[in-house]
Every structure is written in structure tokens, then in C-alpha cells.
């Protein structure tokens, strides 16, 4: 496939509709230029901040109808639209079931399946496989025969939140792009030119979001999650004044298997609160994300040494990762919040 991006007089790049993550966007089209997409990529990163944003969006670079490929993805033609709307008969995406919240060895199998059909419009058949790092390891078996062997028209994009929880014979067969949060002032414009936000709600939104696109974008259209993030800052203020007692009854109703979402949104919510408390003690030039908590901030940076500030972050880290494997959660959460400081009411 001729790549018309290397020509002489070269059109300005598409636009891909992303916000941020330019870098990725730039390797993507590079590793294009030899006229054919690498077999397999993995898009990593904090949750919500973009990663299947991009790998939509890299799918319809690989399926886009318009002629002059320096302009693909259109955002306009028939199969950007498909795409865009999730209705297109050759991009496939599946992801650990909430409840559970494993990806089973059955869906593997039958996107592999699927993916073995020659494209049905497109040029490429493409499989999106989100949070792989949920994966049970006998689905990710499954993949590797693809990943080993696969048919020239197709393309895996898989996404995790922390490239150290996947198989290495996994890793090893993809090729990683590790995404960074995106700069706030790029989200609050973003916020702005593209979602209609009020320059004042956009400032906020973008400084709470700490450069996650996505969640920004939920917390102005859902007042729902504006509302769960106070909610969660709050009871982590009220289990630090908590004895053990209280704390393992708070480590049952956080683990509910039935909420897995919400307690790794609580956990991603609590994990910048303790990065904050770190900034905050250490006089960081680099202002904290959640700001409208200035004040239990600066308590804790008050009452907390360093070191236990820092094992609350350590231990919030490690129970993200658990939350994200076949880990017990009960378990797993009880640990983090025995490894949590103790304040005085
Ligand atoms: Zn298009």
C-alpha cells in the first residue's frame, strides 16, 4: 500500500480527534509508513485517559474510505462514521464483563474467530481488547496464536492500565505506547472548543481531572461522577479516623464484586489525593490536582511523615494493580486500608 504522507508537497496531517497524546499519534502514522500496520499494539495508561480513544481512532485510520491517505481518518466517510458509532462489521471490541470483571477465555476465542474472517469492508479486520491486564491467563493463551500467527489483514489493539500486569509472552508480541496524562490547560480547551464548557467549568473540570481526558469529559456531562468523586474523598477522610474494626467493614462494601468499576474509579480518585499529600509535605512547586481539598490536604501534610504518606501511596498503587488481576478485592483492599494512616477525629 502506497503511503502518499511521504510525498513531495505533503498534506497537513489528519485530524484524529484526540485530544493529546501527540506523540502516539505521530508513531502510529510512522509505523505506517512502510505500507502496512504492525500486528499488534498496546495502549497503556491510567484509566479514562484515553487509550481506547486512541485505538478507535488509529482503527479508523486503518479503515478510513478516503482516497488521499495523508487525510485518513476523515471523520466523514462511511466507515469513520461506522466506527465512530461502534457499528462497524470488521472492529471488534470486547472487555472484561463488569460483574466478575475477568475477560474470559470464551470471548478471546470467539473475537479470534471473528478476526480470522477476511475483512468484510475495511482493510483491516481490527480487535480492540480492552484492559487486557483483566485478562484470565488461559484468555490470553488464547490470543497468543493470533499474536503469533497472524493474518495479514489483522490488527490487535489492546489496552491496559499497567503494562507489568500482562503475560511477558504477551507483551513481548505488541508494540507498547506508554500514554502520559494530558496537559490540563489542553483539556480545559478541549472542554471548551469541542464540548461547549464555560471557560470557568472547563478550568475546573480540566485541574480535578489530572489529565484524564475521558473522566473530564464524563464530569461535565454526568453530574453523577462530580458528585462520586466527593463522595469517595470523603469516606477516604472518614476511614483515616477509622480504627481496624472500621476499616475492614469499609473493606467489605468497597469490594463489592457487583461495583467493580466504582472501586477502581475510587481507587484512581484516592491514589492522586495521596499523590497530592506527597506534593503538598515535599513544598512542590507543582500544585495538587484536587484543590478543592486544600484543607484535609494540608492537615495531613501537617500531621503525616513523609514515609507514611508514601506507604499510602504504595499500598493504594498495589491494590489498583490487584483490583486489575484475579486477585481477592476484599482481601486486597483490607490490606491497602490497614497500610492508611490514622488521624485523629
Ligand atoms: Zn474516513
Known amino acids: 500500500m502506497p503511503d502518499t504522507t511521504r510525498s513531495a508537497d505533503p498534506s497537513p496531517p489528519a485530524d484524529w480527534g484526540v485530544v493529546g497524546h501527540e506523540w502516539a499519534i505521530h508513531h502510529l502514522q510512522k509505523s505506517l509508513l512502510h505500507g502496512r500496520a504492525r500486528h499488534a499494539y498496546l495502549f497503556a495508561g491510567p484509566s479514562s485517559i484515553g487509550k481506547t480513544t486512541l485505538a478507535r481512532a488509529f482503527a479508523a485510520r486503518l479503515n478510513c474510505l478516503h482516497e488521499d491517505e495523508a487525510a485518513r481518518p476523515c471523520g466523514e466517510c462511511r466507515a469513520c462514521q461506522k466506527i465512530a458509532s461502534g457499528n462497524h462489521p470488521d472492529i471488534a471490541l470486547v472487555e472484561a464483563e463488569e460483574v466478575g470483571g475477568t475477560l474470559k477465555i470464551e470471548q478471546v476465542r470467539e473475537l479470534m474467530h471473528r478476526l480470522s474472517l477476511r475483512p468484510y469492508e475495511g482493510r483491516y479486520r481490527v480487535g480492540i481488547?480492552?484492559?487486557?491486564?483483566?485478562?484470565?491467563?488461559q484468555a490470553a493463551?488464547?490470543?497468543?496464536?493470533?499474536?503469533?500467527?497472524?493474518?495479514?489483514?489483522?490488527?490487535?489493539?489492546?489496552?491496559?492500565?499497567?503494562?507489568?500486569?500482562?503475560?511477558?509472552?504477551?507483551?513481548?508480541?505488541?508494540?507498547?505506547?506508554?500514554?502520559?496524562?494530558?496537559?490540563?490547560?489542553?483539556v480545559a480547551a478541549a472542554l471548551?472548543?469541542?464540548?461547549?464548557?464555560?471557560?470557568?467549568?472547563?478550568?475546573?473540570?480540566?485541574?480535578?481531572?489530572?489529565?484524564?481526558?475521558?473522566w473530564a469529559v464524563r464530569a461535565l456531562t454526568?453530574?453523577?461522577?462530580?458528585?462520586?468523586?466527593?463522595?469517595?474523598?470523603?469516606?477516604?477522610?472518614?476511614?483515616l479516623a477509622e480504627n481496624r474494626v472500621g476499616r475492614f467493614e469499609r473493606a467489605q462494601?468497597?469490594?463489592?464484586?457487583?461495583?467493580?468499576?466504582?472501586?477502581?474509579?475510587?481507587?484512581?480518585?484516592?491514589?492522586?489525593?495521596?499523590?497530592?499529600?506527597?506534593?503538598?509535605?515535599?513544598?512542590?512547586?507543582?500544585?495538587?490536582?484536587?484543590?478543592?481539598?486544600?484543607?484535609?490536604?494540608?492537615?495531613?501534610?501537617?500531621?503525616?511523615?513523609?514515609?507514611?504518606?508514601?506507604?499510602?501511596?504504595q499500598a493504594t498503587r498495589a491494590c489498583l494493580d490487584d483490583v486489575g488481576t484475579n486477585v481477592n478485592n476484599r482481601l486486597a483492599v483490607e490490606v491497602m486500608l490497614l497500610a492508611y494512616p490514622g488521624l485523629r477525629r
Not at 471548551?192 to 475521558?214: D, F, K, V
Not at 454526568?222 to 476511614?239: K, M, N, Q, S, W
Not at 495531613?300 to 513523609?306: G, Q, V
Open 129 to 137: 481488547l480492552r484492559r487486557f491486564h483483566e485478562a484470565r491467563p
Open 141 to 186: 493463551d488464547a490470543l497468543l496464536k493470533t499474536l503469533e500467527e497472524p493474518p495479514p489483514y489483522v490488527v490487535l489493539l489492546l489496552t491496559a492500565e499497567n503494562v507489568n500486569l500482562l503475560p511477558k509472552t504477551i507483551l513481548s508480541r505488541c508494540q507498547p505506547l506508554r500514554l502520559r496524562p494530558v496537559p490540563v490547560s489542553q
Open 253 to 313: 462494601t468497597l469490594a463489592n464484586p457487583k461495583r467493580k468499576a466504582e472501586l477502581r474509579e475510587t481507587l484512581v480518585l484516592w491514589q492522586s489525593f495521596w499523590r497530592d499529600v506527597i506534593l503538598v509535605l515535599s513544598e512542590s512547586r507543582v500544585s495538587p490536582v484536587n484543590r478543592d481539598r486544600r484543607a484535609l490536604l494540608n492537615r495531613l501534610a501537617r500531621e503525616l511523615p513523609l514515609e507514611e504518606a508514601t506507604a499510602a501511596l
Open 222 to 239: 454526568d453530574p453523577d461522577a462530580l458528585t462520586f468523586r466527593d463522595v469517595a474523598l470523603d469516606d477516604l477522610e472518614h476511614i
Open 192 to 214: 471548551e472548543s469541542r464540548w461547549g464548557a464555560e471557560p470557568e467549568r472547563a478550568e475546573l473540570l480540566a485541574q480535578l481531572s489530572g489529565g484524564r481526558m475521558g
